[in-house]
């Protein structure tokens, strides 16, 4: 994925950023000794000498939502709050009860759903069809979800087609029961918008348990960390899946499937994902931490990427008392070992997001080549980064440019690292500016330019990396 890609992905913010360190986005190679008290044990095997320590490592995954549509959004939801908390009864549609009670007693007899069919002459289904008919007459989302999901579980590949549509046109009047399955069976991901958060908030206050974690990730996203908490904490304490008062969305949860299971464990991770992050920030004993990092280990087995990043990130850092660097290989292992090109998630979460997969790439790359403890057995590194730099992640494409200029765990090739760094220059990438700016003073791989070199130093000082601001205040 490219890397503009990924700076437009909507991010919710990592635990890594509320512990109130420097946190720049991605790795940072630390490379001169006058950067000594974040390298105390680290090695760098990159052309210089340095003083070893382990590799400070962080992120901070900031939602990028343009203002007037947070604004609109936020107000959305308050006015959303207060209408869904209100007891004025909702009209009722007698037709789609009916359907629903017809399809419900054909299942429990036959095991089956019935066929929906408009050629089937059997009077139980024809019955179906007319009250559903009926009903989506009346523009009933609800009944337009419940045709389309008897059709695209049907065997008939044009019934199928019909199905899909018919629940993509439910979900988007933002019936929620089909926004979840359209994630599910369509693999549709939806935009954070009104007409969602008003159909998940509505069916969170109903009691169904992925939508409380829908709010919980959404509060989280807009900053809103006491919300955000207080619904991941009702969606884990909820032993049901749905709302028994809900018929449909029961039903729907009764059939059941694999599919269906793992997207509810996965939800279950995002939850305690989500709360992991408000209680690590607001941990204030060693207890209150044990029990946020046990949260984010669980999260991380869970299948949520961001959720194993975070705790590699902290198990990296020499910021704390948690710097355990050995620990951060296998969450990183598990999350570049995912398959390659898609989100790690069924339902597409922003917390699974392909770019999560190749950070853990690049961390487990320089982490390699810096020789942080336990990373030896990572093997050959540069596999991965030609991988990544052929998906245009500029910061392994920086890494394998000036390691090619210099030779460094492969054969020197300095013309092509040079024009990696170019372009990794170019794309804004503050190492790749600071390494060029050293083979520029240096006259590695092209001739001294020390004018080029200088201002391409203060460019990546500018954008944050701390070698570069080191060299500037040394000369």
């Known amino acids: 994925m490219p890397n503009s890609s990924r700076a437009n992905e909507a991010r919710a913010p990592s635990i890594a950023a509320s512990q109130g360190e420097d946190m720049p986005g991605r790795a940072e190679i630390h490379l001169d000794a006058a950067d000594s008290g974040n390298v105390d044990r680290l090695r760098m095997k990159l052309g210089v000498v340095v003083a070893g320590g382990v590799l400070v490592i962080a992120a901070a995954m900031l939602t990028a939502w343009p203002s007037m549509h947070k604004k609109g959004f936020l107000h959305a939801s308050t006015k959303a709050a207060g209408q869904t908390s209100s007891n004025a009864p909702e009209a009722t549609d007698a037709h789609f009860d009916k359907a629903l009670r017809l399809v419900r007693t054909f299942f429990d ?42 059709a695209y579980l049907s065997r008939e590949r044009a019934l199928q087609q019909k199905g899909a549509a018919l629940i993509q046109a439910a979900a988007d009047e933002g019936l929620f029961i089909a926004r979840l399955d359209s994630a599910i069976l369509l693999k549709k991901s939806y935009p954070l918008d009104d007409l969602h958060f008003r159909a998940a908030l509505k069916a969170a206050n109903a009691g169904v348990k992925v939508a409380q974690i829908e709010a919980a990730r959404y509060f989280a996203s807009f900053g809103r960390k006491d919300q955000a908490a207080e619904w991941a904490i009702k969606a884990l304490a909820n032993t049901h899946v749905g709302d028994p008062s809900d018929p449909l969305f029961a039903f729907r949860m009764a059939l059941g499937g694999a599919t269906t299971s793992t997207v509810l ?5 995002l939850a305690k994902y989500l709360l992991a992050a408000v209680r690590m920030e607001r941990a204030n004993t060693v207890e209150q931490r044990s029990q946020a990092l046990a949260l984010l280990e669980e999260a991380s087995l869970g299948g949520i990427r961001q959720a194993g ?11 704390s008392e948690r710097a355990h660097p050995e620990q951060a290989l296998a969450p990183l292992q598990r999350i570049a070992g995912s398959p390659p090109g898609r989100n790690g998630c069924l339902v ?8 999560h997969r190749q950070e853990a790439m690049y961390l487990l790359a320089v982490n390699q080549i810096g020789g942080t403890p336990g990373f030896d057995s990572v093997g050959n590194p540069f596999p991965m980064l030609e991988e990544l730099t052929s998906l245009q992640f500029n910061p392994a494409k920086a890494l394998l440019g000036w390691c090619l200029v210099n030779g460094i765990g492969i054969p020197r090739e300095a013309r092509r690292g040079i024009g990696l760094l170019n372009e990794a220059a170019a794309a804004g990438d503050k190492d790749a500016k600071y390494w060029l700016g050293r083979a520029f003073l240096e006259g590695k791989g092209q001739a001294v330019d020390k004018d080029k070199g200088r201002a391409l130093i203060k460019e990546a000082a500018d954008l944050g990396n701390p070698n570069a601001a080191a060299l500037l205040d040394s000369h």
Not at 265 to 269: D, L, N
């Open 109 to 150: 007899r036959t095991h089956e759903l019935p066929d929906p069919n408009p050629l089937a002459t059997n009077p139980e289904l024809v019955d179906i069809r007319n009250a559903l008919q009926e009903s989506m007459n009346r523009n009933s989302g609800e009944a337009k979800y419940l045709m389309g999901l008897l």
């Open 265 to 269: 464990k996965q939800y279950e991770a």
């Open 309 to 319: 990043l975070d705790l590699a990130r902290m198990k990296l850092s020499d910021k």
């Open 348 to 355: 597409h979460f922003e917390e699974c997001a392909e770019s």
